[in-house]
């Protein structure tokens, strides 16, 4: 059954015991030599009659004591020197708040624009909008008198009438205020 011969090789590279009979598989070594100082990230290596070695990381020395008619042993669990500690696993990134985002071995070209629910960042934001346009003054009054009523709105019907009034007024400069439009309309 132990058909195969390995070496011990501590984590310092030190070579602890050769010759040890053994049965290899693929995730563990089996050997009833009960007196060898195995630990976590010793190697264990077995030379094949092609000349190449395997070579496999110990990743639990696995001592079992004796009883009833069977001696005491290792069934060590190994990996081969190659392959990975672990396997590999599935990554979920929950992430939020305003401008969040990953860039995994990319570059960021985006641009975003941040509007908190506060109808007064809102608000402010639309008036900055206009301030830095080049909107014709009627129309700019119109929607600054319509921004005004929607600050000074004391509850949800009148802010709804002063959007009503944005809205009309602002009707043919969206591309303006396009990207605050949507924070606008959380507001109603």
């Known amino acids: 059954?132990?058909?195969?011969?390995?070496?011990?090789?501590?984590?310092d590279g030190t070579v602890s015991k050769e010759n040890i009979k053994a049965m290899v598989q693929s995730t563990k070594i089996f050997m009833e030599d009960a007196t060898l100082p195995?630990?976590?990230?010793d190697r264990l290596l077995r030379s094949l009659p092609s000349g190449l070695v395997d070579e496999y990381i110990v990743e639990d020395p696995g001592f079992y004591s004796g009883m009833s008619g069977m001696k005491a042993h290792f069934q060590t669990k190994v990996r081969r020197s190659g392959s990975p500690a672990a396997q590999p696993s599935t990554i979920i990134n929950n992430i939020q708040g305003q401008n969040a985002r990953v860039n995994i071995?990319?570059?960021?070209?985006s641009q975003n624009i941040a509007i908190s629910s506060d109808g007064a960042e809102v608000l402010k934001a639309i008036r900055k909008?206009?301030?830095?346009?080049?909107?014709?003054?009627?129309?700019?009054?119109?929607?600054?008198?319509?921004?005004e009523e929607m600050e000074d709105a004391k509850?949800?019907?009148?802010?709804?009438?002063?959007?009503?009034?944005?809205?009309?007024?602002?009707?043919?400069?969206?591309?303006?205020?396009?990207?605050?439009?949507g924070a606008l309309?959380?507001?109603?």
């Open 155 to 181: 509850d949800k019907g009148s802010f709804k009438d002063g959007y009503v009034n944005f809205m009309s007024a602002a009707a043919n400069h969206v591309a303006v205020f396009g990207p605050l439009l």
């Open 1 to 11: 059954m132990l058909n195969d011969l390995v070496t011990l090789v501590k984590k």
């Open 38 to 41: 195995i630990e976590s990230g």
């Open 185 to 188: 309309a959380g507001l109603l």
């Open 105 to 109: 071995n990319s570059t960021d070209n």
């Open 129 to 147: 909008e206009l301030e830095n346009s080049d909107i014709e003054k009627e129309d700019a009054r119109a929607i600054r008198r319509a921004i």
